[in-house]
């Protein structure tokens, strides 16, 4: 089994910064892609930026200039740090895994718990 564990989020001023970081642990997995998801109160939830293996990071329009994605292979971590913040950037975020098992096998998406981030105006 893989876990996502995230940590970061809190309460923020507009123009404020904060640092998510998600660690994957699990026994025999590699990851395509992983990345960050967030879904404010009666929204759908959307992609916030992901990175792929070997590819550029892909952020969403609204994050653009603003936030960074950050991922360490040899520790199974990511982190988002977030500058400039909005208070329309405030949801509950998610870390997201695209996972594979063993060479050849099939993918899977795992999804850590969510942290809350608030950003006051």
């Known amino acids: 089994q893989v876990q996502l564990v995230e940590s970061g989020g809190g309460l923020v001023q507009a123009g404020g910064s904060l640092r998510l970081s998600c660690a994957a642990s699990g026994s025999s997995f590699s990851i395509n892609a992983i990345g960050w998801y967030r879904q404010a109160p009666g929204k759908q939830r959307e992609l916030v930026a992901v990175?792929?293996?070997?590819?550029?990071?892909i952020y969403a329009d609204s994050v653009k200039g603003r936030f960074t994605i950050s991922r360490d292979n040899a520790d199974n971590t990511v982190d988002l740090q977030m500058n400039s913040l909005k208070p329309e950037d405030t949801a509950v975020y998610y870390c997201?895994?695209?996972?594979?098992?063993?060479?050849?096998?099939?993918?899977?998406?795992?999804w850590g718990r969510g942290t809350q981030v608030t950003v006051s105006s």
């Open positions: 997201n895994a695209n996972i594979i098992r063993f060479f050849g096998g099939p993918s899977f998406d795992y």
């Open positions: 990175k792929r293996s070997g590819g550029r990071p």
